[in-house]
């Protein structure tokens, strides 16, 4: 499979994900520049983290206005896969590809810690391969991560099981006190209804290694490569 990741002026964890995809997984990955026109075959994209154009105005309203993001959306809509980590996830809301918002984190601080995950789906590409309850060590680093949105859309996200990730306390309980940012039931991360969008606040590049205090990142990216195997399979 080939993997796509989207270098905006800002993104600082580029290189993370590359190494991620090409050293610790032995895929084939490429940088592309966010001037540029979406080109080329790829089986999932990934939008970074960092801070996309100074993070002025607002966390990735700027950023997906980039000319590589008309061709993200239709790489979207057409089934392809996307993954936007920490401010790709806030680029992935801004263009609507997702619901919801990212806001300033409740205690208006920047946070950067590891957190407990909870795996709540595991019907989507990114979480196939891991076990519906599992338990993820992935950290954070961000100011503005609290996942928002209306009491409609919250409702829209239960009923079809669109909620991938929650924090949660070493127990695995969506407790309060394991909610780093104060995001709105404990959310973490969101896939699209089609489940081929999904977007996350914690890094699983900076979890893909023991070296690192923990692989379990690893999980999402080969939950994807899995799943776009089996597609590739099935179509021949």
């Known amino acids: 499979m080939r993997w796509g990741v989207i270098v905006f002026p800002g993104s600082c964890d580029d290189q993370d994900v590359f190494d991620c995809l090409k050293n610790e997984m032995g895929q084939k990955v490429q940088f592309l520049w966010h001037k540029d026109e ?4 790829f089986d999932c994209l990934v939008l970074p983290g960092g801070f996309s154009y100074g993070d002025y105005l607002r966390c990735g309203a700027m950023a997906r206005f980039s000319p590589i993001m008309g061709g993200v959306v239709k790489f979207a809509q057409s089934g392809g896969l996307v993954l936007g980590i920490c401010n790709g996830f806030q680029i992935l809301c801004e263009s609507g590809l997702l619901p ?7 205690n208006l601080q ?11 789906e595991t019907d989507a590409p990114f979480s196939r391969e891991m076990k519906k309850g599992q338990l993820l060590k992935i950290p954070i ?5 609290c996942y928002f949105a209306d009491s409609a859309t919250l409702e829209r996200l239960q009923k079809n099981r669109q909620v991938l990730l929650r924090y949660v306390d070493a127990k ?3 407790a309060a006190a394991a909610n780093p940012n104060g995001s709105l039931d404990n959310i973490a991360g969101i896939c699209n209804e089609k489940r081929n969008v ?5 890094h699983p590049e900076d979890a893909c290694s023991k070296l690192l205090g923990s692989d379990d990142g690893l999980k999402i990216f080969s ?9 590739e399979t099935r179509h021949g």
Do not use: T
Not at 100 to 106: D, E
């Open 100 to 106: 919801g918002a990212l806001v300033r984190n409740s």
């Open 172 to 174: 695995g309980k969506p």
């Open 223 to 231: 939950s994807i490569a899995a799943a776009c195997v089996e597609r």
């Open 110 to 120: 920047f946070i950067c810690e590891p957190v407990h995950l909870r795996v709540e």
């Open 198 to 202: 999904f977007g996350l606040m914690p």
């Open 38 to 41: 979406l080109a080329g075959r």
């Open 141 to 145: 680093k961000h100011g503005e991560g």
